[in-house]
């Protein structure tokens, strides 16, 4: 909003949590949509239907599945990767190789909460490797950052 960047680009592993939809009808977007519906809920909230509706018009906002950054160089933009938890360690290494000059990537996930089989997630691996590179931090959030409701918190702690 402020300019500092020239466009934000959000992307997400299109993966079921732990159900079968079956076969989705429509085009590519009709399908992929509903993988992606938690962003376009949290930029709404954020900025309203109207202003999102044109900065995704402008293509100052991007939404895009996970599948179809490979080939791509994100350059002057702010990248965040969503779910990364649900990405492979093949996936993982592809988005973070997306990296163009002046920009920055965030990825976001919780090791805990992977949809995928045990030991696909590459999130955990990504991490412990990258914490000793310079210049790339590694955050580690606890339970006192939960910014959802108080009781998931309390749920986290025991489950």
């Known amino acids: 909003l402020t300019g500092r960047v020239d466009r934000l680009i ?3 592993p299109a993966v079921e949590a732990g159900e079968r939809l079956g076969f989705l009808p429509g085009d590519m977007r ?3 949509d509903p993988y ?12 309203g239907t109207k ?3 044109q900065m995704l018009a402008d293509g100052i906002i991007e939404i895009a599945p996970v599948a179809y950054m490979r080939g791509r160089t994100l350059s002057e933009c702010f990248v965040v990767i969503d779910e990364a938890q649900n990405c492979t360690y093949t996936q993982t290494k592809m988005l973070l190789t997306r990296l163009g000059w002046r920009s920055t990537m965030g990825l976001t996930g919780d090791p805990d909460q992977t949809d995928l089989l045990p030991g696909i997630s590459g999130l955990a691996e990504i991490a412990s490797r990258l914490e000793h590179v310079p210049d790339i931090p590694v955050v580690r959030l606890a339970e006192g950052d939960i910014v959802r409701h108080p009781l998931v918190a309390s749920m986290l702690t025991v489950l």
């Open 30 to 32: 009709e399908k992929v």
């Open 10 to 12: 959000l992307s997400r």
């Open 51 to 53: 202003r999102l509706k």
């Open 36 to 47: 992606l519906r938690p962003l376009y809920d949290a930029l709404t909230e954020r900025l």
